[in-house]
């Protein structure tokens, strides 16, 4: 049957009205991108011509100095009065725009920051960060500046208040001056968005930083900031510092509030996330916490508990009774990971603590069943929303579709994957919407989990644990390729317990060569890949994860400073 011409042309009429339409909305889409784009380019210059201004009125200040000052240390010199606010700002800022220039790591400078430490020296009472500027991830909301997560959407819609760890900030004197940059949604360990772009590794530019804290761990590696604050959900904390050659603190998921911090999955209970500080050495971790761990964030958040720094736990010098494994049999570690184990635990033998080996087992089950099962518990729908209406999907094309496709297709697709590539065939099956009853059930199975570990942990009397840590920094663009290797620090978010991330040693000539030897565990096209992406790495720095029970910071801490120690004084010896 024929349709008649006034049906076809008004056919086509519609079809050219929402092509029209859709091409509108994609250009309004670019020009907020283009907007956006330019308020960071304007954010390079106000620091540009704010640390000119600076100089130009005090030229004998010397930077260099404040800037090789360790935290404490310069902490101490800003509240005895020996060293003004202005001085060491302008110092970071002048840093922070080089860093900024060289990796891209910088979305927005906080201009309100030089009021601030104008207004510093009338403040009465001087807190434990007084005159410290501070960097803050993207998704930490600051009064004033939008929380992105690298999203169109989220453009132009400024935080109406400060999340409570930045107002707790402020009333401890440490100064917000820049925000950084992430991968879009937060769920990667990749640092690009369409807005902002790609930051690059300090180190190594062709390297990535991490993520999705990749901004702060840019930032912050490079010595454009002295502390800079984060999020983990599943290492994004940890990959930056191990990348960049820092240490960082993912505490325990409700230590510190997570009041007014944006997340890539809202909702989902299953893989904790928690906030927590990066800096250059694990003594400014500690005094990070001693600052925020106060009365104000327990009242600014009643849902923290009130719990203060303890410092007779922290500054014990008990020998510690220490488990440890060189691999957790899912992500095959890279010989720098292995080695940079095994020499921490001979240091911490030799220094009198005993290392005990702790057995992981079903690490797989972990990963598919606990943590991407339960990340993505509704077949990722809320996930997909995020994304909805953005002019990019990331580099998540698969998995897009994937979690789009029909049940039965997933369960088809498990089903011929899995004699072949079986992490694929356990990564579709664990992407189906759950219902309310599997959902509970699988909750109550990670509790059990949670509880069987502690049970082996103090079966073995450990006080804390010495794990791997991916590294070294992969090439960038590999995290996206490479999502299953998160296995070594996404457990501990399962699990929730405070993790702290120390680098020790750096890759050798001898690691290199052994890579030639990697197969993987697996043997799959994944383990191929993180063969190639850990090439060609010799002078980057490979870290280990210190790890203590729920709500044990400062012993995590103190384990952290002990490894730190041991190092400093090795290499010192060398």
């Not at 042309?9 to 092509?19: K, N």
């Not at 990348?243 to 909702?267: D, E, M």
């Amino acid at each position: 049957m024929r349709l008649p011409l006034p049906a076809l042309l008004g056919g086509s009429a519609l079809s050219l009205l929402l092509l029209l339409l859709r091409w509108r909305r994609r250009r309004g889409l670019w020009r907020k991108v283009k907007e956006a784009q330019q308020r960071q380019e304007r954010s390079l210059v106000q620091m540009e011509m704010a640390v000119r201004r600076f100089r130009e009125q005090h030229p004998s200040v010397n930077m260099i100095s404040i800037l090789s000052l360790p935290l404490p240390e310069l902490s101490k010199k800003l509240r005895d009065g020996s060293l003004p606010p202005e001085h060491v700002f302008y110092a970071y800022v002048g840093k922070a725009l080089q860093i900024a220039t060289e990796t891209n790591c910088i979305t927005e400078y906080l201009q309100e920051s030089e009021t601030q430490v104008r207004k510093a020296k009338l403040t009465g009472k001087l807190g434990l960060l007084y005159g410290v500027p501070v960097s803050i991830k993207d998704s930490i909301d600051c009064q004033g500046h939008d929380s992105t997560l690298g999203f169109i959407k989220n453009l132009n819609k400024p935080a109406a208040e400060d999340s409570v760890v930045v107002q707790v900030l402020r009333r401890q004197g440490a100064i917000p001056f820049v925000k950084t940059n992430v991968p879009q949604s937060l769920i990667s360990y990749d640092c690009k968005n369409l807005i902002f772009g790609q930051t690059f590794n300090p180190l190594l530019y062709t390297r990535s930083p991490g993520g999705s804290s990749g901004g702060e761990g840019a930032l912050v590696g490079g010595g454009g900031s002295i502390l800079g604050f984060g999020t983990d959900v599943g290492g994004s904390l940890r990959f930056p510092a191990a990348f960049c050659g820092i240490c960082a603190l993912k505490p325990t998921g409700n230590r510190l509030s997570k009041k007014g911090i944006a997340s890539g999955v809202l909702g989902q209970k299953a893989v904790v996330a928690a906030v927590g500080p990066m800096a250059k050495d694990v003594e400014s971790l500690a005094l990070c916490l001693r600052a925020l761990l106060c009365e104000d964030m327990f009242d600014l958040d009643s849902t923290v508990p009130p719990l203060p720094f303890n410092e007779e736990v922290y500054s014990s010098t008990q020998p510690l009774r220490i488990g440890y494994y060189e691999t957790d049999f899912f992500t095959m570690p890279s010989p720098a990971m292995r080695r940079a184990v095994r020499e921490t635990k001979q240091l911490l033998e030799d220094a009198g603590h005993t290392l005990v080996p702790f057995e992981l087992t079903n690490v797989d089950y972990v990963i598919f069943n606990f943590c991407v099962r339960g990340m993505f518990a509704d077949g990722a729908t809320s996930f997909l929303k995020t994304f909805k209406g953005e002019l990019e999907k990331s580099s998540m094309g698969l998995f897009f579709w994937l979690a789009k496709s029909p049940h039965w297709l997933k369960t088809v697709l498990s089903w011929i994957a899995k004699p072949f590539v079986p992490r694929f065939s356990h990564i579709i099956r664990s992407m189906r919407a759950n219902t309310v009853d599997e959902v509970w059930s699988l909750h109550h199975e990670i509790e059990e989990f949670c509880h069987q570990f502690i049970a082996q942990w103090k079966k073995l009397n450990l006080d804390v644990m010495l794990c791997p840590m991916l590294g070294p920094a992969l090439g960038i663009g590999y995290p996206g390729k490479l999502s299953v290797a998160v296995s070594y620090t996404m457990l501990y978010n399962a699990l929730d317990f405070p993790t702290g991330v120390v680098p020790v040693t750096m890759v050798t000539d001898e690691d290199e060569e052994k890579l030639k030897g990697y197969q993987g565990y697996f043997r799959d096209w994944w383990d191929r890949t993180l063969a190639k992406a850990f090439r060609g790495s010799v002078g980057l720095p490979v870290a280990v994860q210190c790890v203590a029970l729920p709500w044990q910071e400062e012993l995590c801490l103190r384990f952290m400073k002990e490894v730190e120690t041991l190092i400093l004084k090795k290499n010192r010896l060398v």
